[in-house]
């Protein structure tokens, strides 16, 4: 049981991860280990579980539920204490849920890519932590959907931010890698993180900046990271082609070396 008083509930007071698991095993599960314990002490609440108790508890999911390819969500909220109280206790006492759930992660998105809109990023300004406060990206996802589109690129200040539930790259016209530097604005992504510790000896050249729009409408690939959709091509934004407007080489030169690296026997 969860009571409604719960600050998950009432305040979106929670951190959250998501964890790929391919072929039974968790994929890059000490990054998204660290960010959590990062998150919790940004939004004042003791780590619940040490990092041992977490790993244990993930793979006691992965076992009970003969889980081979899918993800493990994990929630930790601020608890509930009496009625509604905005600053709450002294010490929290965290509430923790976790579920698996099957999904092929190497799959349609993979191979055929996403269709992008443009959006206005209203979120708040602590976009590096990850926390349940999602109510932008719902109703950019339904933007989305009512556009005929899979997701959204936020913009901010003439610059794209990240997508919906991803990192956002674009390939320039010079073959280069360009994706956001890390700041407030956008959420360490773990498999941005993954995609990063790649590159060395790919024959790939990386900028982190920011990109405009316009950047990324003139990009001749463009793609997101995360660890839903792992290496997601965007075929189009706001019904305009990227590139050719289907996956492009070096989308899936990443996908490859992404997948090697997680140890799946696949061809992208
Ligand atoms: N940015 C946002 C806003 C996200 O919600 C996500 C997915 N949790 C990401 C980026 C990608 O992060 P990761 O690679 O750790 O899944």
Excluded: C
Excluded at 8 to 14: M, N
């Amino acid at each position: 049981m969860v009571s409604p008083f719960d600050r998950g509930f009432l305040f979106a007071h929670a951190a959250y991860e998501l964890t790929a698991v391919y072929g039974g095993r968790l994929v890059d599960f000490e990054g998204h280990m660290s960010r959590l314990d990062r998150t919790l002490g940004g939004i004042a609440l003791p780590n619940p579980l040490s990092a041992e108790a977490w790993g244990k508890v993930h793979r006691d999911l992965i076992e009970f539920n003969n889980l081979t390819e899918g993800l493990i969500y994990l929630q930790v909220t601020g608890g509930a204490y009496g009625m509604r109280d905005f600053a709450g206790p002294e010490e929290f006492e965290p509430t923790v849920f976790l579920y698996a759930d099957t999904k092929q992660l190497i799959g349609e998105t993979a191979r055929d890519g996403v269709r992008a809109i443009f959006l206005d990023d209203t979120r708040w300004k602590r976009r590096d932590m990850k926390t349940t406060q999602l109510l932008s990206q719902a109703l950019a996802y339904r933007a989305a959907r009512e556009a005929g589109a899979d997701t959204a690129l936020m913009v901010e200040e003439g610059r794209v931010t990240e997508a919906a539930s991803s990192n956002a790259w674009i390939v320039d016209s010079a073959g280069q890698l360009v994706t956001r530097e890390l700041s407030s604005s956008i959420l360490p992504g773990i498999t941005r993180a993954g995609v990063l510790s790649l590159l060395e000896g790919s024959g790939l050249t990386l900028v982190e900046r920011s990109f405009t729009p316009q950047e990324a409408l003139a990009a001749v690939e463009a793609f997101t990271t995360s660890a839903g959709a792992m290496i997601a091509p965007v075929i189009s934004i706001d019904g305009q082609s990227i590139g050719s407007g289907k996956p492009g080489p070096v989308t899936r030169q990443l996908q490859r070396l992404y997948y090697q690296a997680m140890g799946a026997d696949v061809a992208a």
